[in-house]
Nanobody, 125 residues
Framework: QVQLVESGGGLVQAGGSLKLSCAAS????????MGWFRQTPGKEREFVAV???????????YYADSVKGRFTISRNIAQNTFYLQMNSLKPEDTAIYYC???????????????WGQGTQVTVSS
């Protein structure tokens, strides 16, 4: 019933851009922390970015150091969709990218309750 579906992945050359989308259904996620994570074979799932709240304050965005200044997260509450705009892509950004939702303010993958199936992003040299 509850579903997150990623889209927008693909193959790009280094320096290019992609915009990933995560469409949610089955419930509204307006009060949840929404996150993006990525994973490559043999490695642990890695935090990329989250859009969250802090002690009742409006949403805040947090980014991994490796993507700060290049990636931007955003959310469309009315459409129950959120996004990851990726610019200046590097080969090391190649991974499967997952969107996720958490009831708590967190950047830990294990704290996220709902996950999409992932979308492949490949960045060539």
């Amino acid at each position: 019933q509850v579903q997150l579906v990623e889209s927008g992945g693909g193959l790009v050359q280094a320096g290019g851009s992609l915009k990933l989308s995560c469409a949610a259904s089955g419930r509204t996620f307006s009060s949840y922390t929404m996150g993006w994570f990525r994973q490559t074979p043999g490695k642990e799932r890695e935090f990329v970015a989250v859009h969250t709240w802090n002690d009742g304050q409006p949403y805040y965005a947090y980014y991994a150091d490796s993507v700060k200044g290049r990636f931007t997260i955003s959310r469309n509450i009315a459409q129950n969709t959120f996004y990851l705009q990726m610019n200046s892509l590097k080969p090391e950004d190649t991974a499967i990218y997952y969107c996720a939702a958490s009831r708590r303010d967190s950047r830990r993958p294990n704290d996220f309750n709902y996950w999409g199936q992932g979308t492949q992003v490949t960045v060539s040299s």
